[in-house]
């Protein structure tokens, strides 16, 4: 009998919970070395003492509640322990009746909650972040459909204004009214890149595929670029017959995100060059630019939804989700979009897409 309760103490003493031993009175008549810890208190200040001492929402009158029910074997409560420093730590007590035979006494075992409201207070701020990026994707949703009807509209009057009497329009009306245009083109482009994350987002960036020609697409975009940009070069070096299977409009608007980002990131006459090849059983186009390049974070990040890579010497416009809508795309094909760069060298994005034929 003696080993067992010497092994019992041993038990108590080495728990990693906290263990007290109360009178009817409320007085601490044994604590074991891990509720000490807890109270950051030596256990010769605890012995003697009360324990609402211990305890922020404990009082005499609840103990007495409690230790009136003789029958009582496990009863639990959440409350608050508080330290010698000041601090609190959240704690689950549970509470068992000791009849013995100097008189009826309380057990009481505290276990520390802190990890585990901890864990449960992340998770709450998780959700919380999912709402809020819930409710800001149904935003950009609602607001890019309601802002591409009076953009359809404006687009219209404007086509409709450059071919009315177009000769009789002074050289300035029409300067004016191709420069809005412009700027009502950058804003449409805006607009449905909004709308693209949107659907991403929704699962729903859904496309009907066909056979693609990879060189005829490359020239395509090589030429339209140059339109766009012509300040600088823009060359392509194509290896010939290669077949993709997918969209043509939209393998189109990942060549044309790439190469705009290329001219974004380079100074005015630099070249850019489209490169196309084959790469095991896929079809590898490059898009190379000798522009500011990017550090590893940088390239770590420049595929995520609405970042955009800092240059100091100039402002660079958009919103930082063609990159992002590209991989998108570049995935439903089921192709990969990666980025090869070294900081102040320039960088080479290249898509990776399987080749049929």
């Not at 010769?44 to 009136?68: A, C, H, N, P």
């Not at 079809?283 to 550090?295: E, F, H, L, N, Q």
Request: hydrophobic share 40%.
């Amino acid at each position: 009998l003696k080993s067992s309760d010497h092994t019992f103490r041993i038990l108590i003493e080495k728990m990693q919970e906290g263990a007290i031993t109360l009178n009817k009175d409320g007085i601490i008549l044994y604590c074991n070395p891990c509720f000490a810890e807890l109270t950051k208190t030596s256990l010769d200040k605890i012995i003697g003492r009360r324990f609402d001492q211990f305890i922020k929402g404990y009082t005499l009158e609840r103990l007495d509640v409690i230790t009136s029910d003789g029958t009582l074997k496990d009863h639990k409560m959440e409350d608050v322990l508080l330290q010698s420093d000041g601090m609190q730590v959240p704690v689950m007590l549970s509470l068992t009746n000791l009849d013995l035979e100097d008189g009826t006494a309380l057990s009481i075992i505290c276990t520390d909650l802190t990890d585990q409201k901890a864990a449960q207070q992340t998770e709450a701020d998780i959700d919380s972040q999912r709402k809020i990026i819930a409710q800001k994707d149904e935003f950009i949703g609602i607001a890019s459909h309601e802002l591409k009807t009076p953009l359809t509209s404006l687009k219209a009057y404007l086509q409709l204004m450059s071919h009315y009497k177009g000769a009789e329009l002074p050289a300035l009306i029409k300067s004016l009214m191709s420069k809005a245009e412009l700027s009502v083109n950058r804003l449409q482009i805006l607009i449905n890149d909004l709308l693209d994350v949107s659907k991403i987002q929704a699962g729903k960036l859904d496309f009907s595929r066909n056979e693609v020609d990879v060189n005829e697409l490359v020239s395509l975009c090589t030429e339209n670029a140059s339109h766009m940009f012509p300040d600088y070069r823009i060359t392509c070096s194509c290896e010939q017959g290669f077949k993709v299977m997918g969209n043509a409009e939209r393998l189109e608007q990942v060549l044309m995100n790439l190469i705009n980002n290329a001219v974004k990131y380079s100074p005015i006459n630099k070249e850019v060059n489209i490169l196309v090849n084959s790469e095991n059983d896929q079809v590898r186009i490059s898009v190379v630019d000798k522009g500011i390049g990017m550090t590893a974070d940088q390239q770590d990040k420049i595929f995520d939804r609405f970042y955009r890579v800092d240059d100091k010497n100039h402002m660079v416009g958009g919103l930082g989700m063609g990159l992002y809508i590209s991989k998108e795309i570049v995935k439903d094909h089921d192709g990969t979009l990666g980025v090869e760069s070294r900081e102040g060298e320039g960088s080479t994005f290249y898509v990776l897409l399987p080749q049929i034929g």
